[in-house]
């Protein structure tokens, strides 16, 4: 349980990261690269369409970066072999 509960969390703050850095972003940022996907799909507002796009990006670097540290966190700890008296 404590594996899942470290992949949501560090997936949650990520996502703000990266809702944090959409609004940083702001309307007057160069969106240049993402004419052409907003074209495409017919999107007339692109920049609410980047931030959202910042925001699914960064929770998948989150949830991997979580999975990494739920891994060492579970990891099993070898115990040392008892050595007997002799």
């Keep these: 349980m404590v594996g899942c509960g470290v992949i949501v969390f560090c997936a949650l703050v990520s996502a703000a990261v990266g809702f944090g850095y959409g609004l940083w972003r702001g309307l007057d940022a160069d969106h240049s690269a993402w004419k052409e996907v907003c074209d495409e799909l017919h999107i007339a507002d ?35 072999a008892a050595t007997s008296p002799a």
Excluded: D, Q, T
């Design 46 to 80: 692109c920049w609410p369409f980047v931030r959202v796009a910042y925001i699914h990006n960064a929770s998948y670097l989150g949830g991997l970066i979580g999975l990494i540290l739920a891994l060492v966190c579970i990891r099993p700890i070898p115990i040392p």
